[in-house]
């Protein structure tokens, strides 16, 4: 499983790529929302992280066009911001037309807000690179969002979809609105090919009570060591 990082804040972007473990960013507008951005410095935002990260680094931003010819011409500007922007198109049926057009154009296309197989089936076909169905959005109505999760990773690994996507990539399932490192484990059992969480996830992730545990042991003895 490859980690991506959900926020648009550069310092919690620069702190996760030091870890060595990133391989790629994934923003929307309520994220760069949050961290006071505004309208007139969203290109040059995108091209921040995209220069944190390098090129290696998928870096998805986010159309709020409603229409389908409003949404290629705005993933084809966010395209130009560096070689490794992913437009980020939400699952509707003007975003599925976007999709097949971007895809036409060389631009890769990480469908969002997706929730179910026929969805996510969809937007394979339409050329989608990416596709995130999300977990925890599930939770917040009661209902199992891990299951629907399982279900769209099974059914898109049923069929090649290489002759809709960019170059014949094969098409990535990104386990979206991680709420918890227990999410994290779960997608990847189920195989989930990429899970995009919180810098707070992130760090929950790393961490473990054994662990802490284990270290204040060796840290109390080698002080008896030390004072011998």
């Known amino acids: 499983m490859k980690f991506f990082l959900d926020t648009a804040d550069l310092d919690e972007i620069q702190e996760a790529a030091s870890w060595g473990a990133l391989?790629?960013?994934?923003?929307?507008?309520?994220?760069?929302?949050?961290?006071?951005?505004?309208?007139?410095?969203?290109?040059?935002?995108?091209?921040?992280i995209c220069d944190i990260v390098g090129p290696e680094c998928p870096v998805s931003a986010e159309t709020v066009?409603?229409?389908?010819?409003?949404?290629?011409?705005?993933?084809?500007?966010?395209?130009?911001?560096?070689p490794n922007i992913v437009v980020k198109i939400p699952t509707m049926v003007e975003g599925l037309a976007a999709t097949k057009e971007l895809a036409k154009h060389g631009v890769p296309v990480n469908m969002t807000l997706c929730f179910s197989v026929p969805q996510a089936l969809l937007a394979a076909r339409a050329g989608a690179r990416y596709i995130s169905p999300f977990i925890g959005r599930f939770d917040d109505i009661s209902q199992d969002g891990l299951a629907e999760v399982g279900n769209i990773i099974a059914a898109i690994g049923n069929y090649d979809f290489s002759d809709s996507t960019v170059n014949g990539e094969q098409v990535e399932i990104i386990a979206?609105?991680?709420?918890?490192?227990?999410?994290?484990?779960?997608?990847?059992?189920m195989g989930a090919d990429i899970a995009t969480v919180p810098f707070g996830v992130l760090k929950?992730?790393?961490?473990?009570?054994?662990?802490?545990?284990?270290?204040?042991?060796f840290m109390k003895d080698w002080e008896k060591v030390q004072n011998a």
Do not use: W
């Open 65 to 82: 066009a409603m229409t389908r010819d409003e949404m290629v011409a705005d993933g084809l500007k966010l395209a130009e911001i560096a």
């Open 204 to 217: 929950k992730m790393v961490q473990h009570p054994l662990t802490d545990r284990g270290l204040d042991s």
């Open 23 to 48: 391989a790629g960013v994934t923003t929307n507008p309520s994220l760069y929302a949050k961290i006071g951005g505004k309208l007139d410095d969203f290109h040059a935002h995108m091209k921040r």
């Open 176 to 189: 979206a609105s991680i709420r918890s490192a227990n999410h994290v484990t779960q997608c990847a059992l």
